[in-house]
Protein backbone atom coordinates (compact mmCIF):
# COMPACT_ATOMS: atom_id res chain seq x y z
CA UNK A 1 0.00 0.00 0.00
CA UNK A 2 1.01 3.59 0.74
CA UNK A 3 -0.09 6.85 2.18
CA UNK A 4 -1.07 9.95 0.30
CA UNK A 5 -1.82 12.99 1.54
CA UNK A 6 -3.45 16.39 -0.56
CA UNK A 7 -4.63 19.38 0.86
CA UNK A 8 -5.23 22.66 -1.06
CA UNK A 9 -4.36 25.53 0.57
CA UNK A 10 -6.03 29.01 -0.96
CA UNK A 11 -5.33 28.84 -4.18
CA UNK A 12 -2.23 26.39 -3.93
CA UNK A 13 -1.87 22.38 -3.71
CA UNK A 14 0.62 20.42 -1.60
CA UNK A 15 0.88 17.02 -2.05
CA UNK A 16 3.00 14.16 -0.07
CA UNK A 17 3.94 10.80 -0.52
CA UNK A 18 5.78 8.13 0.62
CA UNK A 19 8.22 5.98 -2.31
CA UNK A 20 8.34 2.40 -0.79
CA UNK A 21 6.91 -0.66 -2.65
CA UNK A 22 5.59 -3.67 -0.64
CA UNK A 23 4.71 -6.55 -2.29
CA UNK A 24 4.77 -10.27 -2.83
CA UNK A 25 7.68 -9.75 -5.15
CA UNK A 26 9.83 -8.07 -2.73
CA UNK A 27 10.12 -9.96 0.16
CA UNK A 28 11.99 -7.54 1.94
CA UNK A 29 11.94 -4.05 -0.06
CA UNK A 30 14.83 -1.53 0.47
CA UNK A 31 15.37 1.77 -0.25
CA UNK A 32 16.25 0.46 -3.90
CA UNK A 33 13.12 -0.65 -4.15
CA UNK A 34 10.68 2.73 -4.56
CA UNK A 35 8.61 4.35 -6.89
CA UNK A 36 7.55 8.02 -7.58
CA UNK A 37 3.66 7.65 -6.07
CA UNK A 38 2.95 11.50 -6.86
CA UNK A 39 4.26 12.31 -10.52
CA UNK A 40 4.36 15.79 -11.57
CA UNK A 41 2.77 15.34 -15.09
CA UNK A 42 3.00 19.12 -15.98
CA UNK A 43 3.22 22.14 -14.13
CA UNK A 44 -0.67 22.43 -13.73
CA UNK A 45 -1.33 18.27 -13.55
CA UNK A 46 0.14 15.86 -10.52
CA UNK A 47 -0.91 12.74 -10.49
CA UNK A 48 -0.41 10.32 -7.13
CA UNK A 49 -1.64 6.78 -6.98
CA UNK A 50 -1.96 3.95 -3.73
CA UNK A 51 -2.09 0.51 -4.85
CA UNK A 52 -1.31 -2.62 -7.13
CA UNK A 53 1.94 -0.80 -8.87
CA UNK A 54 1.76 -2.11 -11.99
CA UNK A 55 -1.89 -1.20 -12.27
CA UNK A 56 -1.09 2.27 -11.94
CA UNK A 57 1.62 1.86 -14.12
CA UNK A 58 -0.10 0.85 -16.76
CA UNK A 59 -2.67 3.42 -15.73
CA UNK A 60 -0.32 6.26 -16.00
CA UNK A 61 1.72 5.09 -18.94
CA UNK A 62 -0.51 7.01 -21.62
CA UNK A 63 -0.69 10.45 -19.33
CA UNK A 64 2.46 10.70 -18.64
CA UNK A 65 3.39 10.90 -22.17
CA UNK A 66 0.86 13.43 -23.06
CA UNK A 67 -1.87 10.70 -24.78
CA UNK A 68 -4.14 11.76 -22.14
CA UNK A 69 -4.70 14.85 -20.69
CA UNK A 70 -7.28 17.81 -19.56
CA UNK A 71 -9.08 16.90 -16.14
CA UNK A 72 -12.45 15.28 -17.35
CA UNK A 73 -10.02 13.17 -20.01
CA UNK A 74 -7.56 12.06 -17.31
CA UNK A 75 -10.71 11.46 -14.35
CA UNK A 76 -12.62 9.11 -17.39
CA UNK A 77 -9.21 7.47 -18.47
CA UNK A 78 -8.39 6.49 -14.50
CA UNK A 79 -11.94 5.40 -13.72
CA UNK A 80 -11.55 2.92 -16.79
CA UNK A 81 -9.19 1.42 -15.35
CA UNK A 82 -9.95 1.25 -11.87
CA UNK A 83 -13.02 -0.23 -13.29
CA UNK A 84 -10.91 -3.23 -15.61
CA UNK A 85 -9.16 -4.10 -12.37
CA UNK A 86 -11.70 -4.04 -9.59
CA UNK A 87 -10.29 -1.58 -7.29
CA UNK A 88 -6.38 -2.47 -7.16
CA UNK A 89 -5.27 1.31 -7.50
CA UNK A 90 -6.79 4.76 -6.25
CA UNK A 91 -5.48 7.74 -7.63
CA UNK A 92 -5.50 11.77 -6.65
CA UNK A 93 -5.59 14.29 -9.29
CA UNK A 94 -4.78 17.83 -8.74
CA UNK A 95 -5.02 20.21 -11.32
CA UNK A 96 -3.29 23.88 -10.78
CA UNK A 97 -5.28 25.83 -13.21
CA UNK A 98 -8.32 27.59 -13.41
CA UNK A 99 -10.71 27.12 -11.00
CA UNK A 100 -7.62 24.95 -8.69
CA UNK A 101 -9.29 21.09 -7.83
CA UNK A 102 -8.31 18.32 -5.96
CA UNK A 103 -10.04 15.21 -6.93
CA UNK A 104 -10.30 11.47 -5.74
CA UNK A 105 -10.62 8.20 -7.90
CA UNK A 106 -11.82 5.69 -5.16
CA UNK A 107 -14.80 2.77 -5.07
CA UNK A 108 -14.79 3.11 -8.55
CA UNK A 109 -16.24 6.57 -8.50
CA UNK A 110 -14.38 10.17 -8.68
CA UNK A 111 -14.85 12.77 -5.61
CA UNK A 112 -14.06 16.20 -7.20
CA UNK A 113 -13.30 19.64 -5.98
CA UNK A 114 -12.37 18.08 -2.22
CA UNK A 115 -10.44 20.16 0.52
CA UNK A 116 -8.36 17.57 2.24
CA UNK A 117 -7.77 13.91 0.55
CA UNK A 118 -5.85 10.55 0.85
CA UNK A 119 -5.50 7.17 -0.37
CA UNK A 120 -3.51 4.41 0.67
CA UNK A 121 -2.78 2.65 4.21
CA UNK A 122 -6.22 3.61 6.56
CA UNK A 123 -4.31 3.01 9.84
CA UNK A 124 -1.38 5.09 8.49
CA UNK A 125 -3.86 7.96 7.84
CA UNK A 126 -4.92 7.24 11.25
CA UNK A 127 -1.08 7.84 12.87
CA UNK A 128 -0.97 10.90 10.30
CA UNK A 129 -3.55 12.36 11.90
CA UNK A 130 -2.87 12.03 15.36
CA UNK A 131 0.57 13.68 14.64
CA UNK A 132 -0.44 16.44 12.69
CA UNK A 133 -3.05 17.18 15.34
CA UNK A 134 -0.51 16.95 18.25
CA UNK A 135 2.48 18.43 16.49
CA UNK A 136 4.51 20.32 19.07
CA UNK A 137 5.45 23.05 16.86
CA UNK A 138 1.84 24.02 15.31
CA UNK A 139 1.66 27.25 17.27
CA UNK A 140 5.02 28.54 16.65
CA UNK A 141 6.15 31.47 14.58
CA UNK A 142 6.88 28.69 11.99
CA UNK A 143 3.54 27.87 11.10
CA UNK A 144 2.13 31.40 11.74
CA UNK A 145 1.25 32.15 8.55
CA UNK A 146 -0.10 28.82 7.42
CA UNK A 147 0.83 29.43 4.11
CA UNK A 148 1.46 26.78 1.05
CA UNK A 149 5.25 26.11 2.50
CA UNK A 150 4.04 25.87 6.18
CA UNK A 151 1.63 23.75 5.55
CA UNK A 152 3.79 21.38 3.02
CA UNK A 153 6.83 21.36 5.96
CA UNK A 154 3.42 20.69 8.55
CA UNK A 155 2.59 17.63 6.30
CA UNK A 156 5.86 16.21 5.74
CA UNK A 157 6.33 16.10 9.67
CA UNK A 158 3.94 14.11 10.38
CA UNK A 159 4.59 11.41 7.60
CA UNK A 160 7.85 11.40 8.53
CA UNK A 161 6.26 10.57 12.07
CA UNK A 162 4.62 7.80 10.34
CA UNK A 163 7.46 6.30 8.76
CA UNK A 164 9.62 6.63 12.30
CA UNK A 165 7.72 5.06 14.38
CA UNK A 166 7.76 1.74 12.54
CA UNK A 167 4.04 0.60 13.04
CA UNK A 168 2.96 0.73 9.26
CA UNK A 169 5.07 -1.38 7.21
CA UNK A 170 3.79 -0.97 3.73
CA UNK A 171 4.97 2.75 4.07
CA UNK A 172 8.15 3.90 4.09
CA UNK A 173 11.37 5.33 2.34
CA UNK A 174 11.63 8.94 1.73
CA UNK A 175 8.76 10.98 2.08
CA UNK A 176 8.39 13.30 -1.21
CA UNK A 177 6.43 16.45 -1.34
CA UNK A 178 5.23 18.16 -4.21
CA UNK A 179 3.58 21.22 -4.57
CA UNK A 180 1.81 23.89 -6.85
CA UNK A 181 2.56 27.74 -5.86
CA UNK A 182 -0.20 29.79 -6.14
CA UNK A 183 -1.55 30.72 -9.45
CA UNK A 184 0.54 33.92 -10.13
CA UNK A 185 3.58 31.75 -9.84
CA UNK A 186 2.39 28.50 -10.88
CA UNK A 187 3.70 25.30 -11.79
CA UNK A 188 3.99 21.66 -9.81
CA UNK A 189 7.71 21.16 -8.27
CA UNK A 190 9.18 18.86 -5.80
CA UNK A 191 10.96 19.93 -2.65
CA UNK A 192 14.12 19.23 -1.89
CA UNK A 193 15.20 17.32 1.31
CA UNK A 194 18.19 16.68 3.01
CA UNK A 195 18.64 14.48 6.34
CA UNK A 196 21.24 12.98 8.45
CA UNK A 197 22.23 11.47 11.56
CA UNK A 198 25.51 10.58 13.48
CA UNK A 199 27.37 13.38 13.75
CA UNK A 200 30.07 15.02 16.76
CA UNK A 201 28.86 16.69 19.19
CA UNK A 202 29.36 20.19 19.16
CA UNK A 203 32.77 21.41 20.96
CA UNK A 204 33.44 25.00 22.18
CA UNK A 205 36.42 25.69 19.89
CA UNK A 206 38.00 28.58 18.79
CA UNK A 207 39.19 27.17 15.65
CA UNK A 208 37.24 27.22 12.57
CA UNK A 209 35.33 23.31 12.84
CA UNK A 210 32.07 22.28 10.80
CA UNK A 211 29.35 21.72 13.03
CA UNK A 212 28.23 18.30 10.92
CA UNK A 213 31.29 16.50 11.40
CA UNK A 214 29.79 12.67 10.63
CA UNK A 215 30.59 9.96 12.94
CA UNK A 216 30.91 8.02 10.11
CA UNK A 217 30.03 4.43 8.73
CA UNK A 218 31.13 2.89 11.89
CA UNK A 219 29.62 5.10 14.26
CA UNK A 220 26.05 4.62 12.43
CA UNK A 221 26.11 8.18 10.22
CA UNK A 222 23.50 8.43 7.59
CA UNK A 223 22.63 10.80 5.67
CA UNK A 224 20.78 11.77 2.95
CA UNK A 225 19.31 14.13 -0.23
CA UNK A 226 16.69 14.78 -2.04
CA UNK A 227 17.60 16.39 -5.23
CA UNK A 228 14.39 18.20 -7.55
CA UNK A 229 14.49 19.51 -10.95
CA UNK A 230 15.71 22.83 -11.60
CA UNK A 231 12.56 23.47 -14.03
CA UNK A 232 8.87 22.94 -12.49
CA UNK A 233 6.58 20.56 -14.11
CA UNK A 234 9.16 17.35 -14.49
CA UNK A 235 7.88 14.41 -13.06
CA UNK A 236 11.84 13.18 -11.21
CA UNK A 237 13.46 13.10 -8.33
CA UNK A 238 16.92 12.16 -7.54
CA UNK A 239 18.18 11.03 -4.36
CA UNK A 240 21.93 10.74 -3.22
CA UNK A 241 22.99 8.52 -0.29
CA UNK A 242 26.26 10.14 1.21
CA UNK A 243 27.89 6.89 3.23
CA UNK A 244 27.34 4.18 0.53
CA UNK A 245 27.94 6.76 -2.33
CA UNK A 246 24.65 5.54 -3.75
CA UNK A 247 22.71 7.61 -6.28
CA UNK A 248 18.75 6.70 -6.72
CA UNK A 249 16.67 8.67 -10.09
CA UNK A 250 12.80 8.02 -10.21
CA UNK A 251 11.80 9.18 -13.34
CA UNK A 252 8.67 7.26 -14.42
CA UNK A 253 8.99 8.70 -18.04
CA UNK A 254 12.33 7.45 -18.63
CA UNK A 255 11.66 4.14 -16.15
CA UNK A 256 9.34 3.18 -13.86
CA UNK A 257 12.43 1.11 -12.30
CA UNK A 258 14.69 2.82 -9.71
CA UNK A 259 17.60 3.52 -11.95
CA UNK A 260 21.06 3.14 -9.75
CA UNK A 261 24.38 4.72 -9.72
CA UNK A 262 26.88 3.25 -7.41
CA UNK A 263 30.08 4.78 -5.97
CA UNK A 264 29.57 8.01 -6.85
CA UNK A 265 29.53 11.60 -5.19
CA UNK A 266 26.49 13.98 -4.65
CA UNK A 267 28.25 16.14 -7.16
CA UNK A 268 29.18 13.37 -10.00
CA UNK A 269 25.57 11.90 -9.77
CA UNK A 270 24.13 15.74 -10.71
CA UNK A 271 26.16 15.65 -13.57
CA UNK A 272 25.71 12.11 -14.71
CA UNK A 273 21.77 12.48 -14.44
CA UNK A 274 22.23 15.76 -16.75
CA UNK A 275 24.74 14.35 -19.08
CA UNK A 276 22.20 10.75 -19.14
CA UNK A 277 19.36 12.10 -19.19
CA UNK A 278 19.10 15.68 -19.69
CA UNK A 279 17.89 16.56 -16.61
CA UNK A 280 19.36 19.02 -14.42
CA UNK A 281 18.34 18.34 -10.54
CA UNK A 282 19.44 20.22 -7.48
CA UNK A 283 19.17 20.40 -3.83
CA UNK A 284 21.64 20.77 -0.46
CA UNK A 285 24.74 18.67 -0.78
CA UNK A 286 26.84 17.34 1.55
CA UNK A 287 30.34 18.18 1.86
Known amino acids: MTLVVARKVDDALVIVSDTKVANETVLRPSLLDGTLKTITISKSLCISFAGDVTV ?3 ALADIIVGSVCGRDNVITHLLQHQHQRAGACDFLIACHEQPVTLDKIIDGRCERDLQV ?9 EAYQSYWANDPFAETAA ?4 DE ?23 GNFVITARSGTLAN ?12 GFHPVVNTTEPTSLLRSVGVEGGSFRYTILVPTERGIGAIAVHIFEPKLGILLCPKISWQPIIL ?6 DFINFVAEKFNLTVDGIRYS
Open 56 to 58: AHN
Open 262 to 267: RDTTTA
Open 186 to 197: SGFRYNPHAFGS
Open 149 to 171: MSIGSRMRAALDAVISDGNHPTV
Open 143 to 146: YSTM
Open 117 to 125: AWIGDHPAF
